[in-house]
């Protein structure tokens, strides 16, 4: 898919939400950039925050994503090499490596 204008927000558990604008070209992708955009600290910490919400501007589409759900596929093997191929992805954005 091609790179679409996305809006993510991050919301805390205190209610504080974070807004960032990002290019990506697939709904987990929109979660990490944002993440990168505004993280303080570290991924480690999953349950912290509300679902991140993504909206696909140029689609007119919503969705939200928990962080929960966003680590335990990012920690999965991929089946096929395109889903490898896209979780390497992921986990450069974030700058993190393959756990284990």
Request: net charge positive; charged share 30%; hydrophobic share 45%.
């Amino acid at each position: 898919m091609a790179a679409r204008l996305c809006r993510v927000t991050i919301t805390d558990i205190l209610g504080v939400a974070r807004t960032i604008e990002v290019q990506a070209s697939s709904l987990f992708e929109a979660v990490a950039e944002g993440l990168l955009a505004i993280r303080s600290g570290d991924l480690a910490i999953p349950d912290g925050f509300k679902p991140v919400k993504v909206v696909v501007i140029e689609a007119h589409t919503e969705y939200e994503v928990r962080l929960k759900d966003f680590v335990k596929w990012l920690d999965r093997r991929g089946n096929t090499p395109k889903e490898v191929t896209h979780r390497k992805k992921i986990r450069s954005i974030l700058q993190l490596r393959r756990p284990g």
